[in-house]
């Protein structure tokens, strides 16, 4: 690989203008999330706040499930392309993807119903949480990442995150302050559905980007892209994210069923605080996603020289965040109330576990986009026993507390795992090439 190819990757440009919207995006987008949470905390109870973050977990889960992974491949599949101007390949994309989304929403809501109706756990209206509302929501969620992920992949990294990161948060506060002026009890029903209304208004301003910038051209293209070979590759990055998604739920479905009403609500506060971890490494990554594929077919050293660029921002971010967030933790609970300091020794673990797979996160992301995603999701489901089992031993005997020790475990483990199957990965390429050498 030509040094010219190497700056063409690693445009200083597009660094320069995605260190801006990281900032922006991990702080302010943490700022404007924390207000919604405490504004929620405000108008609910902290068994309702409880309540939507288990319906918010359920439809989190299934809008990955819903697309099938087309969120996740779309930088894989068309930032070359737009990078050479070429966007026929963008609406056969979006869709096949639509259709999957369309058909497999109509089955979740079916489900739901049906749970609903035979008054199974969760999903029942009249006892519990309106998982049933929740999930008519879940065709906006899946236009909107997929929105996203195209001006993602045309390196449109603004345009794509901060919408959602800080607008989106920022648009759920406002309704939900009119709702607190204009009735004496907010219902979690009115939540959802200022909740959707604040998702259709970013979907139609993407939509009109992405139509300004000229990213689509509504005409068939049927030899862009094949259904069957998008499929290969975003498959395996589904399951990928839902076992990370599941891994960062879990905790809350289990307190659910073995732990007090209160502790889920308490649980949620500390996790949302946490919660910046993960939300800085998956910005730091958004900002390389789009330079993976080119660099993996310019060649091996285009390759680890980004990754290895990408790593080392990661690293340095979260442990300045995870510091900050261990010192400042107890303040940051006391504005969900005096009861949500209940939630801070499960605060440290949970900020010591999200840390730690943060670290490792890049590598599964470099593993799925080298064809490696039966590694991801193996490890994956490794990680998922062992966190449900951990759960089952520890919230019995510790509570909130057990649900962060077994999150803080689980992760530990899986970030050992990954480094040990990305090393791996790494031996064979250097294999591989001292034979061609040969």
Not at 20 to 28: K, N, Q, R, S, T
Not at 75 to 80: F, H, I, K, Q, Y
Request: proline letters at 3%.
């Amino acid at each position: 690989m030509s040094n010219r190819d190497s700056q063409a990757i690693l445009s200083p440009d597009y660094f320069k203008q995605g260190s801006l919207v990281l900032i922006l995006g991990v702080i302010a987008g943490f700022v404007a999330d924390y207000l919604f949470n405490l504004t929620l905390s405000q108008a609910l109870s902290s068994h309702e706040y409880g309540d939507y973050k288990v319906a918010y977990a359920f439809a989190a889960i299934a809008s990955v499930l819903i697309l099938l992974g087309g969120d996740r491949v779309a930088p894989r599949v068309l930032s070359g392309p737009l990078a050479k101007g070429d966007n026929r390949g963008v609406w056969e994309f979006l869709r096949f993807y639509l259709w999957i989304g369309a058909a497999l929403s109509l089955v979740v809501i079916v489900c739901t119903c049906a749970a609903s109706v035979m008054h199974l756990g969760t999903s029942d209206l009249q006892d519990h949480h309106p998982l049933l509302l929740m999930s008519f929501v879940l065709p906006l969620i899946a236009i909107g990442a997929l929105l996203s992920r195209i001006l993602q992949s045309a390196k449109q990294l603004a345009l794509s995150n901060l919408p959602w990161r800080i607008a989106l948060p920022l648009l759920k506060i406002t309704l939900i302050l009119g709702l607190m002026s204009a009735f004496t009890r907010v219902e979690l029903w009115q939540v959802i559905a200022s909740g959707a209304l604040s998702v259709c208004a970013i979907i139609g301003w993407q939509w009109h980007k992405i139509r300004q910038l000229n990213l689509v051209t509504l005409q068939r293209a049927p030899d862009t892209l094949r259904g069957q070979q998008l499929l290969k590759l975003s498959v395996p990055m589904m399951l990928a994210m839902l076992i990370t998604l599941a891994l960062n739920q879990i905790d809350l479905f289990m307190l659910e069923m073995l732990a007090e009403e209160h502790d889920v609500g308490h649980f949620a506060a500390a996790a949302t605080t946490a919660h910046v971890l993960p939300v800085a490494q998956v910005t730091i990554a958004g900002l390389f996603l789009p330079l993976i594929a080119p660099a993996l077919e310019h060649g091996e050293k285009a390759a680890r020289t980004l990754f290895w660029q990408g790593q080392k921002i990661i690293t340095v971010a979260i442990i300045v965040l995870a510091a900050g967030l261990i010192i400042s933790g107890q303040w940051l609970l006391s504005f969900f109330g005096s009861d949500f300091l209940q939630a801070k020794q499960a605060l440290v673990y949970l900020i010591s576990g999200y840390a730690v797979w943060a670290l490792a996160a890049f590598s599964s992301t470099w593993l799925q986009y080298s064809h490696k995603g039966s590694y991801v999701v193996l490890i994956g489901c490794i990680t998922l026993s062992i966190d449900a089992v951990c759960n089952f031993w520890f919230i019995p005997l510790y509570g909130i507390n057990g649900a962060a020790i077994a999150t803080m475990l689980a992760m530990s483990l899986a970030a050992l795992m990954t480094w040990a199957a990305y090393y791996w990965h790494q031996v064979q390429l250097t294999q591989q090439a001292r034979q061609q050498n040969g």
